[in-house]
């Protein structure tokens, strides 16, 4: 890893290491903003979503592995930002529940057991599903007329196939979890739109961790070919094959099922 003591757990002095919510200089001793922070909140939110960005794709592509510690300061010195759209950032991936906070000492990358997974495909499975027939119906209500989202999820599939010859893995990992996310925005449905958005950095995470079999890339094919005639139940269908299939492979990438 460039730049970033992540994954080494050792005390730093002065302090709990420099987490989420401690003091840096950054912020008034009191927690309250200065007006300078007050001034620029427009554009520190914009920061903080960068940064949020930048630290999610490194978890998913395993820079920053599971159980790494990641200390404020050096994250910041890495992304070239300021220290408080860093903290801010930080403090929302644990919301993801992609970060997990360290008693007095910051915070580290999250490791999924067994149970997470599990919990985490039970959550999934009807949403995605959910997903699909209803980015099928909207194909078929606004025929003959394509929506855009088709043609964005048709480069989703096209752009998995390329990457799956990548020898590193984080291209495929970031094609797969667009395709689906892809998926959820031709649904329409703002409200499934922003359940997905909470559950999406943890895929992102699992993707990253298990294998990607061929027929599961096929499987996003028939998904796609069903989504995009308006078939809502065969597109509903294939994706509940997808997910148990995901789920399958998954429990014995990780955890050695027979």
């Given amino acids: 890893m460039t730049g970033s003591s992540a994954g080494r757990e050792r005390a730093r002095p002065g302090g709990p290491g420099g987490g989420p919510g401690h003091g840096s200089g950054d912020e008034r001793p009191d927690g309250a903003a200065s007006g300078g922070e007050r001034a620029g909140a427009p554009e520190r939110t914009s920061l903080s979503a960068r940064a949020r960005d930048a630290i999610r794709q490194r978890i998913a592509d395993r820079t920053y592995p599971q159980g790494a510690r990641l200390v404020e300061r050096e994250v910041a010195e890495e992304l070239r930002m300021s220290r408080v ?23 580290r990358v999250r490791r999924l057991d067994r149970a997470d997974v599990e919990h985490l495909y039970e959550v999934w499975e009807p949403l995605a599903v959910q997903a699909s027939r209803l980015a099928a119906r909207r194909v078929a209500r606004s025929a003959p007329v394509e929506p855009p989202g088709v043609t964005a999820l048709r480069a989703s599939l096209d752009r998995a196939e390329q990457a799956a010859s990548d020898p590193e893995g984080a291209r495929e990992v970031a094609a797969h979890t667009a395709f689906h996310e892809d998926i959820v925005a031709l649904s329409g449905n703002p409200m499934l739109a922003r359940t997905m958005e909470r559950l999406g950095g943890q895929l992102r995470l699992l993707f990253g961790m298990r294998e990607e079999p061929e027929h599961m890339r096929a499987q996003h094919a028939v998904m796609f070919r069903y989504i995009a005639q308006g078939d809502e139940e065969s597109a509903a269908a294939s994706t509940l094959l997808h997910v148990r299939d995901s789920r399958t492979v998954a429990l014995r990438s990780l955890f050695d099922d027979a």
């Fill in 85 to 107: 759209p860093v903290r801010e950032a930080l403090r929302a991936l644990v919301g993801e529940g992609l970060l997990e906070l360290l008693p007095h000492s910051g915070v």
